[in-house]
C-alpha cells in the first residue's frame, strides 16, 4: 500500500461507520484508547472504538510510516478531529497487517490524549 492510501486508510477510520470498524479492525487487535479501561483486545476493542463519533473534520500532522517487513505497515502521527462543539487531539500510533492482497487490517492502535473539549468549554 502506498503513503497516500495508507493516510487515506487512516483517515477512513476516524470518518467510520461502526460498520467500518468491524471490517477493518482485526479480531486480534489491541487498542491502548483514552477512557477506561484503557486497553482492549480482540473483540472488546473493535466494540471500544464502534461508539467513536464520524469525525466532521479530521487533519494528520507529523505523519510518519515506517515497513518494517513485508505485510506489516506501522504509521505515527498528531491528530485533530471536530464533530459539532466537540474537539479531539492526539498522537496516534497504528498498525497494519496485510491478510491478502489489497486487503489489510488494524491489529493495533493507540492514543495519547492532548484534549477532548467543546467550544467555551
Not at 32 to 40: G, M, Q, R, V
Amino acid at each position: 500500500m502506498d503513503d497516500n492510501r495508507v493516510w487515506s486508510f487512516e483517515e477512513s477510520l476516524w470518518r467510520a461507520s461502526e460498520e467500518r470498524y468491524h471490517e477493518q479492525v482485526d479480531p486480534d487487535c489491541i487498542m491502548a484508547l483514552s477512557h477506561a479501561p484503557y486497553l482492549f483486545s480482540g473483540k472488546e476493542a473493535v466494540k471500544a472504538v464502534s461508539g467513536t463519533p464520524e469525525w466532521d473534520d479530521v487533519t494528520f500532522s507529523d505523519k510518519t510510516i515506517s515497513r518494517p517487513e513485508e505485510g506489516l505497515i506501522v504509521v505515527g502521527y498528531r491528530v485533530k478531529a471536530e464533530k459539532g462543539e466537540k474537539r479531539f487531539t492526539a498522537a496516534c500510533t497504528s498498525v497494519y497487517r496485510r491478510k491478502a492482497h489489497e486487503d489489510w487490517s488494524v491489529v493495533q492502535h493507540a492514543q495519547a490524549v492532548d484534549a477532548v473539549e467543546k467550544d467555551g468549554g
